[in-house]
């Protein structure tokens, strides 16, 4: 699927806003997405050993190259990856929203904030196992998806965490709107809903902040 999220300068009906959405509806449908070149390579070679429908869904244009690595590598379906351990607040990606993830990580290093950033490569299947490993933590949660957040990656992850008993009231959900999204520059519509990195730092330490004055609340005593 290509030109997946914002599209920038292509126009607003070139936005692929939806696709999550309405085919996370598919039975046995796999929707994988790569954070940067050598996991899209990674993801066409697995799509082709794999015994049934799988969708890729990547971004306009190019993306990060991290190094170079001869064979692609034969992935298990529904296995995402965790890039950095932290203890404070977790920021869950999929697809292009992982570099973000990764730089608003190291933003809030500076702050002496831990940040666990999760690569979760595939929008269905979920990897339910290192999901409920962040949920487990009790920490704060971000996740980030350049699809409407209306039944999309976030709604899945909601999905997964209810199902399992976890609170809810710590996630916040980052992608494109219920709307029509315009015209524009890549870097102005992603700075507008809140993808880059600096906008995930700053949402990260609002639920950070929002969080200790609540505990600050609920430890004060009563008159």
């Given at each position: 699927?290509?030109?997946?999220?914002?599209?920038?300068?292509?126009?607003?009906?070139?936005?692929?806003?939806?696709?999550?959405?309405?085919?996370?509806?598919?039975?046995?449908?796999?929707?994988?997405?790569?954070?940067?070149?050598?996991?899209?390579?990674?993801?066409?070679?697995?799509?082709?050993?794999?015994?049934?429908?799988?969708?890729?869904?990547?971004?306009?244009?190019?993306?990060?190259?991290?190094?170079?690595?001869?064979?692609?590598?034969?992935?298990?379906?529904?296995?995402?990856?965790?890039?950095?351990?932290?203890?404070?607040?977790?920021?869950?990606?999929?697809?292009?929203?992982?570099?973000?993830?990764?730089?608003?990580?190291?933003?809030l290093r500076t702050d002496?904030?831990?940040?666990?950033?999760?690569?979760?490569?595939?929008?269905?299947?979920?990897?339910?196992?290192?999901?409920?490993?962040?949920?487990?933590?009790?920490?704060?949660?971000?996740?980030?998806?350049?699809?409407?957040?209306?039944?999309?990656?976030?709604?899945?992850?909601l999905e997964l965490a209810?199902?399992?008993?976890?609170?809810?009231?710590?996630?916040?959900?980052?992608?494109?709107?219920?709307?029509?999204?315009?015209?524009?520059?890549?870097?102005?519509?992603?700075?507008?809903?809140?993808?880059?990195?600096?906008?995930?730092?700053?949402?990260?330490?609002?639920?950070?902040?929002?969080?200790?004055?609540?505990?600050?609340?609920?430890?004060?005593p009563v008159n």
């Amino acid at each position: 699927i290509d030109r997946a999220g914002l599209v920038g300068e292509d126009g607003p009906t070139h936005h692929g806003s939806f696709d999550l959405s309405f085919l996370r509806h598919v039975p046995r449908l796999v929707i994988a997405a790569p954070r940067d070149t050598m996991a899209l390579r990674d993801l066409l070679a697995t799509a082709l050993r794999h015994d049934g429908p799988m969708a890729i869904r990547y971004p306009r244009g190019g993306g990060p190259v991290p190094y170079e690595r001869r064979d692609p590598q034969i992935l298990t379906i529904g296995k995402g990856d965790r890039l950095i351990e932290g203890n404070d607040i977790a920021i869950i990606g999929v697809g292009s929203t992982v570099y973000p993830a990764l730089q608003a990580a190291d933003l809030l290093r500076t702050d002496r904030v831990s940040a666990d950033v999760i690569d979760a490569r595939f929008a269905k299947p979920l990897d339910e196992q290192l999901i409920a490993s962040v949920f487990e933590k009790g920490i704060p949660v971000i996740v980030a998806e350049d699809n409407t957040i209306v039944g999309g990656f976030g709604s899945a992850i909601l999905e997964l965490a209810s199902s399992k008993g976890y609170p809810l009231n710590s996630v916040r959900r980052i992608g494109i709107p219920d709307a029509f999204i315009e015209h524009g520059s890549l870097d102005a519509l992603r700075e507008r809903i809140g993808l880059t990195a600096a906008r995930i730092a700053e949402t990260a330490r609002q639920l950070l902040s929002s969080r200790s004055s609540s505990d600050s609340a609920l430890q004060s005593p009563v008159n």
